[in-house]
């Protein structure tokens, strides 16, 4: 089982369409992490969300943290044909020195 | 500065064989953690490793496993290779494996094919 549920598993939409990323848990987390990976290639780190509650942007990006640390969002403005990739969350639990706990991941695809 | 390099990139392996990856962290970072990505399951962790020591171990079998260098150097090895090995094989370094502070860099992987 995933510690962390990510939902929807596929989002394809149209340029300009915003859209939302979910990540959940019942387990609370030290912080979360938002990656981004294309084809062949490793996960690259977004943005990293540390106090329950905090809300922290990237550009068109908007990632929020739950209070309660178990939960976390990702809100895209007006995507781009260059937002298309995986999209992961990963949790870390602080105990557990080095290992982050990945959900299974959001494929956006942006059509122009 | 330079990223993780990982090597191979690709490999193509038989069932029963045992093959190695590299894992070559940042300079100066001391922690590399494996994973192992499907399309199935995801992301998986595999183990970790902090100045040559394992501090942390997913659950898969006693057929993977590795080690790490004085230099921080990291190696992964799997014996007796099943078709469900075939995988992108991550790594990621740290400074000190504490991601709430420092902030993983991930390789861009080895791509393993078991035929």
């Known amino acids: 089982t995933q510690l962390l549920e990510q939902s929807p598993q596929f989002l394809s939409i149209q340029e300009g369409e915003n859209l939302t990323v979910y990540c959940n848990s019942s387990?609370?987390?030290?912080?979360l992490q938002w990656y981004r990976q294309e084809p062949g290639e490793g996960p690259v780190l977004l943005v990293t969300v540390v106090t329950g509650g905090e809300v922290k942007k990237l550009k068109r990006l908007t990632f929020q943290f739950g209070d309660a640390r178990k939960d976390s969002s990702l809100h895209i403005t007006a995507a781009q044909p260059g937002d298309t990739g995986l999209y992961l969350c990963a949790g870390d639990r602080g105990s557990t020195l080095g290992r982050l706990y990945f959900g299974r991941g959001t494929q956006l695809t942006v059509w122009p | 500065k330079a990223g993780v390099t990982q090597t191979p990139r690709y490999l193509i392996k038989t069932r029963g064989q045992q093959v190695t990856l590299s894992c070559s962290p940042i300079?100066?970072?001391?922690?590399v953690s494996w994973y192992q990505q499907t399309p199935g399951q995801g992301l998986q962790f595999l183990f970790e490793y902090f100045s040559e020591t394992q501090r942390n171990k997913g659950n898969f079998p006693g057929r993977f496993s590795g080690r790490q260098f004085s230099n921080s150097r990291s190696e992964m090895n799997v014996s007796t290779l099943e078709l469900g090995d075939s995988a992108l094989y991550l790594c990621a370094s740290s400074l000190a494996g504490n991601q709430a502070n420092y902030g993983y860099t991930f390789g861009s992987g080895t791509r393993l094919t078991v035929v």
């Open positions: 300079s100066g970072h001391r922690s």
């Open positions: 387990s609370v987390f030290s912080s």
